[in-house]
């Protein structure tokens, strides 16, 4: 198969977009003004889980007030979003050289579509992507494979066919599960242990080196 049939699926947060620093933020917030805390977690823990769909994140640090929390996450996040969300060095000419290449791209993420649409229009990076799957597009969640499933199907390629770039061990096991090559992106939240622990086939370093990556 020639690479020109190849699409690329890429995760969000951490992959395409610097939003570390903003996430963190909005869950320190979220943490502090609900459970009236901010001693008894740490950074690491905070972030553990992004990847996954917030209200589960939520859920796991108070199952009781899970929705206090995501609603005074979601709050914070909004009012804060445009002063504190950054791109990756590089990104865009990366991104346009995939494009110029032949390669059909597409946004997979746990993030709602909304605010993920938003941070790429604000980076300038939207209109690389022939969609965006968000949390609320899909019946299923990663780790579990079908948003990646879907987004094959709505590409008309077989999932095969198709590779997954994320930072998150919750992406490298929904690639995994979805038969799609693993590409465990090192400039995002979590380390190369890690995703080689959930079964990532490839690191990179930098968003430049995809493309010598899909053509090996």
Known sequence: MGHLLKAILFDLDGTILDTRDLILHSMKHAYVAVLGADALISDD????????????????????????LLEAYREENLKVQDAMLKGFSGMAAALTALKAEGYRMAVVTSKRNAPAVHGLEQMGLADFFEFVLGSDDTAEHKPNPGPLLDAAKLMGRAAEDCVYVGDSPYDMLAARSANMLAIGALW???????????????????ISELSQVLMG
Do not use: T, Y
């Open 188 to 206: 995002g939240m979590f380390s190369k242990e890690i995703l080689l622990e959930a079964g990532a086939e490839v690191f990179i370093s930098d």
């Open 45 to 68: 823990e905070l972030l553990s889980m992004v990847g996954i769909p917030l209200q589960d994140q939520m859920e796991h640090f108070s199952p009781e007030k899970s929705e206090e």
